[in-house]
């Protein structure tokens, strides 16, 4: 049996259930994955709702990873643009069996050129802003979450974990994605065209949006 080392990459105003839904779902199967917390230093990293989670280690000083997990959150607004992070990214990820994001960190991932010659989706409130980024990347408007060879991306926020749990499938078995649903009473989407929220946010042609803010 192997187990792969999943690397989650956490800055400052990340979304908190971009990063720990995945994570409750992957610690159900300690034999198949073990997690390790990235920061931009050793020092605690505030999650966008005011959380400090320490992380195990730098970015810089981090282990090999087989998967490397990239969530969103409103700190993807600055980290898009800094080149010194990107390239960072560019590399750690170059050697990574499976290179995934949640929500908006799929703009990070573009932004890096992770994305460039994949399909790709990210969080439909935010889809306007996060698809300007990348230069060849096929956005998906409606998708809860997309699977194109080593990337996976997901929509928003909670779908992370629908994406996570088809991940175990694919890389373990159904049955080990069943048992960690179930050890967590997670009633899954299991189909990655599900996507109800695409209308909601006119991503859909002849739809309105109805939007309380920008996303994550």
Known sequence: MENRTVAVVLFEGFELLDVFGP???LSVLPADFTIVMLGPTGEPVASHQGTRIVPDTACTAAPAADIVLVPGGFG????VTEEGFLAWLREYCAGAEVVASVCTGSALLAAAGLLDGHRATTN???YR???GFGSDVDWQPVARWV???SRWTSSGVAAGMDMTAA????LTSPEQAREACDFVELDVHADPGWDPFAARNGLVPGTGAHRLGDGS
């Open 76 to 79: 993807t607004r600055r980290l």
């Open 129 to 131: 802003w996060a698809t």
């Open 23 to 25: 994570v409750e779902l």
């Open 147 to 149: 699977e194109d060879g």
């Open 167 to 170: 991940l175990i499938a694919s």
């Open 124 to 126: 439909k409130r935010a």
